[in-house]
């Protein structure tokens, strides 16, 4: 069974950070791009990261640009969300996601996703 597990959100004060983690089982997905996307309330679901299987290439929605690192283990297990300087703006639950590679593609909506997790609350009070 596929699953995507995420870990590590949590409240925290504006200015501080949080370290998430999603860790990948149920098949191999080393072939796989991996993503960040949040939904906070009332809103859709938006990107945040993704990192390529092969090139580990990144990318990051404007919104999170030199404040968040994606990054992922040499095992394609687990892969991580660094955020730094957090605003009360990125409270949201954040989701990873899984996507079969494609050379050179970064995946930037989640309709491009195969796979995804439950979720977890990240809260950024002032």
């Known amino acids: 069974q596929v699953q995507l597990v995420e870990s590590g959100g949590g409240l925290v004060q504006a200015g501080g950070s949080l370290r998430l983690s999603c860790v990948a089982s149920?098949?191999?997905?080393?072939?796989?791009?991996m993503g960040w996307f949040r939904q906070a309330p009332g809103k859709e679901r938006e990107f945040v990261s993704t990192i390529n299987w092969s090139t580990s290439s990144t990318s990051y929605a404007d919104s999170v640009k030199g404040r968040f690192t994606i990054s992922r283990d040499r095992d394609h297990v687990t892969v991580y969300l660094q955020m730094n300087s957090l605003k009360q703006e990125d409270t949201a639950v954040y989701y990873c996601?899984?996507?079969?590679?494609?050379?050179?593609?970064?995946?930037?909506?989640?309709?491009?996703?195969?796979?995804w997790g439950q979720g977890t609350q990240v809260t950024v009070s002032s």
């Open positions: 149920g098949r191999d997905f080393s072939n796989f791009d």
């Open positions: 996601e899984a996507a079969w590679g494609r050379p050179g593609a970064l995946f930037t909506t989640t309709a491009e996703y195969d796979y």
